[in-house]
């Protein structure tokens, strides 16, 4: 079944309006599970319990609640939140144009397509343009009562949008309690390390890769299901550290190199 654009609206860059629709490019496949009743297998719900008087509150009497000192909170309600953001037109507005290499990988958040809406010359001239460049355009884009930063680029044949993480959502390294190396690897450690990448470099095909855990997961539920017994998985023994150098040799006499 053909999915369903779930945005229209339009991109706008200076006097330029590129009519457009929003698809999902990602669909998870993570699994879900329901949480159950052992005793009799019945659904569990969960309910809103006032800590205070240990009784269930209705949805009417909820509102959001933001805590500016420990035990103090601003209470809001969805109309004020919404009337805060104010009014936002429908609109991808971009503000600049950057190559796309430029754009570190830490700030890439969820991938969408955006199709033709309407008319067709505007939205192939702005692929065009983008593809030749090699540059993506970068602006905000308010969705779901959000604004996000967002980056426009092109593919061969259709344009994708990307959000992007802010700033300061991305963690600084110095802000971890992670210990800085001290030792430098010899020439020669650098030197086996660069011929064993050499030796395992192929062009990125991502259908090559599959999620063994969910795999092994449904067969599990599957053999469940069918009132049979689990298949047993060979536990691999650990191997105790090799040094460096050591290592590297292993692996490129493995590797035949």
């Not at 006097?15 to 698809?23: C, G």
């Not at 990602?26 to 329901?34: E, L």
């Not at 020669?188 to 890769?209: I, Q, S």
Request: hydrophobic share 35%; glycine share 6%.
């Amino acid at each position: 079944m053909a999915l369903r654009s779930i945005w229209n609206g339009t991109i706008s860059f200076g006097l330029v309006k590129v009519p457009v629709k929003l698809y999902s490019a990602i669909d998870p496949k993570g699994i879900a599970f329901r949480e159950i009743h052992v005793k009799d297998t019945s659904l569990l719900q969960h309910r809103r319990v006032c800590k205070q008087e240990n009784k269930v509150v209705e949805r009417d009497e909820v509102a959001k609640g933001y805590e500016v000192r420990p035990g103090e909170y601003v209470l809001l309600s969805n109309e004020e939140v919404k009337a805060a953001s104010g009014e936002r037109p429908k609109t991808i507005e971009i503000d600049e144009f950057v190559d796309v290499e430029a754009i570190d990988p830490f700030f890439f958040n969820k991938s969408y397509f955006l199709g033709v809406r309407d008319v067709e010359e505007p939205y192939a001239l702005l692929a065009a343009a983008l593809r030749e460049s090699g540059k993506a355009g970068i602006g905000r884009f308010t969705f779901h009562n959000r604004e996000y930063l967002v980056a426009l680029r092109a593919g061969e044949d259709r344009l994708f949008l990307h959000t992007l993480r802010y700033e300061d959502e991305i963690i600084e390294p110095g802000d971890l309690d992670m210990p800085e190396g001290r030792k430098k690897p010899t020439r020669k450690e650098v030197e086996m390390a660069r011929r064993l990448v050499a030796g395992l470099t192929e062009d990125f095909d991502p259908g090559e890769f599959q999620d063994e855990y969910r795999a092994a997961v449904m067969d599990l539920i599957e053999r469940k299901a069918a009132g049979k017994k689990p298949r047993k998985k060979r536990v691999r023994k650990r191997e105790k550290p090799d040094d460096l150098a050591k290592a590297l040799e292993k692996s490129l006499a493995a590797q035949g190199s």
